[in-house]
Each structure stands twice: as C-alpha cells, then as structure tokens.
C-alpha cells in the first residue's frame, strides 16, 4: 500500500495562487504517471492534469494556462501551481500515483486522502 501525502491546500482570495505537492511515504514504488483530480461539493471527481515520467503533460481544458503541473523524479513528487484562482476552483484536490512495485510488474494505483482550496471571491 502506498500512502500519498498532500500539502499546499487553503483558503485564497479570488486572482491569488497556491502550490500543492504530493509524494509517497516511505515506499519504493515506482511511480509511471502522476496525477491531481479534484472534486466540489455535490460534483463528480474530475481530471485536473496528468505527468508521467517523461514529463509529458496533459491538462483538463478550463485548467490549461492557469494551473501547471511538475515532478520531481528524484524526489518522487509532483506538485501543482494554481495561479488566477477563481471561486470555481474551490474543491478538494487529490493526488493519484499509477505505478509498480517491480519491474516488470503490473500496474497499481492510490490516491491521497485530498487537500482542500478555498477561493473566495
């Protein structure tokens, strides 16, 4: 079991930023695509964006140009900038990590236990 470990979430006034991160607790799985969804109230969990190891990049459309998402592979851990926030943003946002234990091996994945955004307007 991997335990992700999120960090960064708060409470923003609408036009102001944050940075999330997320990295794995003590493990060696071996993490091949990082992600971060997030989820409103009384709404479906939806993509934010996706990294894998390569660094290739994939953003929902209402997020392109405004949130922006890294890693760190010696580090293990992804993070997520979120600049000119708007009230909408507001959700809990959870980190997912697919990967494998071994090589070659099949693929797993886990989600942290999500961070809340608060963007006030």
């Known amino acids: 079991q991997v335990q992700l470990v999120e960090s960064g979430g708060g409470l923003v006034q609408a036009g102001g930023s944050l940075n999330l991160s997320c990295s794995p607790s003590?493990?060696?799985?071996?993490?091949?695509?990082f992600g971060w969804y997030r989820q409103a109230p009384g709404k479906e969990r939806e993509l934010v964006a996706t990294?894998?190891?390569?660094?290739?990049?994939n953003y929902a459309d209402s997020m392109k140009g405004r949130f922006t998402i890294s890693r760190d592979n010696a580090k293990n851990t992804v993070t997520l900038q979120l600049d000119r926030l708007r009230p909408d943003d507001t959700a809990v946002y959870y980190c997912?990590?697919?990967?494998?234990?071994?090589?070659?091996?099949?693929?797993?994945?886990?989600w942290g236990q999500g961070t809340q955004v608060t963007v006030s307007s």
């Open positions: 997912k990590a697919i990967g494998r234990w071994r090589q070659p091996g099949p693929q797993f994945q886990y």
């Open positions: 990294i894998t190891g390569g660094g290739a990049t």
């Open positions: 003590g493990t060696t799985f071996t993490i091949d695509v």
